[in-house]
C-alpha cells in the first residue's frame, strides 16, 4: 500500500502564494509521475501540473507562468509552488502519483487539501 501526504493548504488573499507538499510512502520501487490536480464543488476533477520522474513538466493553461511544479525523489515528495493565487484557483488540491512495485503500476490520490483565494 502506499499513502500521499499533502500539506500546505490555506487561505490566502488574491495575489498571495502557497505551496504544497506531497510525500508518498509505503510499498514501491520507485515512482513515475507525479502531479496535482484541483476539484471545485458540481465540477470534474482537473489536472493543474505533472512532473516525470526526470523533470518533463506539463501544466494546464489557466496556471501556466505561476504554478510552479517540482519533485525531490530522494525523498518521495512532489512540490506545487502557486504564486499570483486568483480566486479562481480555489479548489480542493489532490497529489497523484503512479507507482511501480515489481512489474506492477498503481496510481494513488493523497487526501487533499483545500486552498481558497478571497478576492
Known amino acids: 500500500q502506499v499513502q500521499l501526504v499533502e500539506s500546505g493548504g490555506g487561505l490566502v488573499q488574491a495575489g498571495g502564494s502557497l505551496r504544497l507538499s506531497c510525500a508518498a510512502s509505503?510499498?514501491?520501487?520507485?515512482?513515475?509521475?507525479m502531479g496535482w490536480y484541483r476539484q471545485t464543488p458540481g465540477k470534474q476533477r482537473e489536472l493543474v501540473a505533472t512532473?516525470?520522474?526526470?523533470?518533463?513538466?506539463n501544466y494546464v493553461d489557466s496556471v501556466k507562468g505561476r504554478f510552479t511544479i517540482s519533485r525531490d525523489n530522494a525523498k518521495n515528495t512532489v512540490y506545487l509552488q502557486m504564486n499570483s493565487l486568483k480566486p479562481e484557483d480555489t479548489a480542493v488540491y489532490y497529489c497523484?502519483?503512479?507507482?511501480?512495485?515489481?512489474?506492477?503500476?498503481?496510481?494513488?490520490w493523497g487526501q487533499g487539501t483545500q486552498v481558497t483565494v478571497s478576492s
Open positions: 497523484n502519483a503512479e507507482t511501480v512495485r515489481w512489474v506492477k503500476i498503481q496510481n494513488y
Open positions: 512532473i516525470t520522474s526526470g523533470g518533463d513538466t
Open positions: 509505503g510499498s514501491f520501487s520507485r515512482i513515475n509521475a
